[in-house]
């Protein structure tokens, strides 16, 4: 285990339900970020968060939105998705970045949420 | 633009044949290169990281090699196990306007008894 665990494993909804996906790291990283995998095609970057502050937001769709309660949680609360949407939605926790920094440090991925919308 | 390119898309060898993973990004300037593990159902681990002044880096059958002059990598898999059977991700950090990460879209490698 990579120290990082996501809930649930698989989702599955409608497009007028509101749901959220859990993240939760165990390593003492102070950054933590959301990325969704679509079979085929590389990792896209949703959110970052460093120190409980976002610091990146990929053009992702307001009915995604993440919350980062402390530096241990991260949250995706999801609400009138669309099909498209159905994807594994990776959780990742790293020691850096830091705002306005470069960074090298080697992210810890969860095992994921498949989640299908129907 | 910066752009990671992963070659093949999906290999199949028997087991106990080596293979070699191709990788080719534009990122620049560039700070470092990951090759990261991905088994069916779960989260990319991390296999080898390098910097531009190493050349090649092993770990166990693994092994790595970056040409930052015409920014490619390639993974290196000796004696394949089943238990390689996974997708294999190349993931370059570094660019201008800010430090980005950029993911390969994998290779995804069957091995067969």
């Known amino acids: 285990e990579t120290g990082v665990t996501q809930t649930p494993r698989h989702l599955v909804m409608g497009m007028t339900n509101k749901k959220s996906l859990k993240c939760e790291q165990h390593?003492?990283?102070?950054?933590m970020y959301w990325y969704k995998q679509s079979a085929k095609k590389p990792l896209e970057l949703m959110f970052v968060?460093?120190?409980?502050?976002?610091?990146e937001n990929n053009s992702v769709p307001s009915r995604f939105s993440p919350e980062c309660p402390n530096s241990s949680h991260l949250f995706l609360h999801l609400h009138t998705l669309q099909p498209e949407d159905s994807a594994l939605y990776l959780c990742?926790?790293?020691?850096?970045?830091?705002?306005?920094?470069?960074?090298?440090?080697?992210?810890?991925f969860g095992p994921g949420t498949r989640l299908t919308v129907t | 633009k910066n752009q990671v390119e992963q070659s093949p898309q999906s290999l199949i060898i028997l087991e106990g044949k080596n293979c070699t993973l191709q990788?080719?990004?534009?990122?620049?300037?560039?700070?470092?290169l990951r090759w990261y593990k991905q088994d069916t159902g779960r989260g990319p681990v991390s296999l080898t990281i390098m910097t531009f002044s190493e050349n090649t880096k092993s770990n166990g059958r693994y092994t790595a090699t970056l040409d930052a002059d015409t920014k490619q990598s390639s993974l290196h898999i000796t004696a394949s196990q089943l238990s390689d059977s996974a997708s294999y991700i190349c993931v370059v950090s570094g660019g201008t306007g800010g430090f980005k990460t950029i993911f390969g879209a994998g290779t995804r490698l069957f091995v067969k008894a």
């Open positions: 990742a926790s790293s020691q850096g970045p830091l705002p306005g920094t470069a960074s090298s440090y080697e992210q810890y």
């Open positions: 990788c080719n990004y534009t990122v620049s300037p560039f700070s470092n």
């Open positions: 968060y460093s120190l409980e502050e976002r610091v």
């Open positions: 390593l003492g990283h102070n950054a």
